[in-house]
């Protein structure tokens, strides 16, 4: 069965530092997002893309930030200067479709971000 | 702006039991949909079950069922007969029906409950 998959699976880095988190998405899914769970505290949205463009956006992705689909398969989330307050856990999911009831977003295992 | 609500941060409960998660949301909204997702340890989330709010009869998958209460705006999990595969993270999430202002369906999540399944 087709699953999203997230590299690496953990990343630590100084603050500052760039980090690109990668997802590949499901094959024939056309919507993408970001998601983020700082420990002990939601599961936040960040961004979701479609048609190589962000389509939605929360208050969280600020200029620092930043998503692109470089090669038709990865789906990347880029931290420009890593905050220390930047460590969580960063999902990706996709979905065949957007808004709907039969629109599964389907999510990837994540990426544990520390900042240092 | 939406909010989702779980209270317990933990839970515990026998093989072969029945627990129940709760789960608490608000909005303005009218039409919207309801979702259980489960993270087992280190594995990704995958939906368990989900409600349209529109819709008054609550929804069932297998040994997973709801109890969607849209005026108190409350939405359990009931697990019957629960097996040791069931221990996981189980995290409540909203979103926003098809027509709300061009919505991409971005989910909003509760904190999650860590459900325990004791041999």
């Known amino acids: 069965e087709p699953e999203v998959t997230q590299t690496p699976s953990h990343q630590v880095t100084q603050m500052g530092q760039e980090v690109i988190l990668r997802c590949v998405p499901i094959s024939n899914h056309l919507y993408f997002y970001w998601y983020r769970q700082i420990l002990g505290q939601k599961v936040e949205f960040l961004v979701s893309?479609?048609?190589?463009?962000?389509?939605?956006k929360s208050e969280i992705f600020d200029d620092q930030f930043s998503v692109e689909r470089p090669d038709g398969s990865n789906f990347t989330l880029k931290i420009r200067s890593t905050k220390l307050e930047d460590s969580a856990m960063y999902f990706c999911a996709s979905s065949r479709m957007a808004a709907g009831f039969y629109n599964e977003q389907f999510f990837g295992p994540g990426t544990r971000l520390t900042v240092l | 702006a939406q909010t989702v609500t779980q209270s317990q941060p933990e839970m515990s409960v026998q093989e072969a039991e029945t627990v129940t998660l709760s789960c608490t949301y608000d909005?303005?909204?009218?039409?919207?949909?309801l979702f259980w997702y489960k993270q087992p340890p280190s594995r990704q989330m995958i939906l368990v079950i989900r409600?349209?709010?529109?819709?008054?009869q609550n929804a069932t998958e297998n040994r997973f069922s709801v109890n969607f209460q849209k005026a108190a705006k409350s939405f359990s999990l009931k697990i019957s007969d629960s097996q040791l595969g069931d221990a996981a993270m189980y995290f409540c999430?909203?979103?926003?029906?098809?027509?709300?202002?061009?919505?991409?369906?971005?989910?909003?999540f509760g904190k999650g409950t860590k459900l325990s399944v004791k041999p």
């Open positions: 893309f479609y048609n190589n463009e962000i389509s939605e």
């Open positions: 409600q349209e709010a529109y819709k008054q």
């Open positions: 999430a909203y979103r926003v029906g098809l027509n709300y202002g061009g919505s991409q369906g971005n989910l909003i």
């Open positions: 909005t303005s909204e009218s039409d919207y949909y």
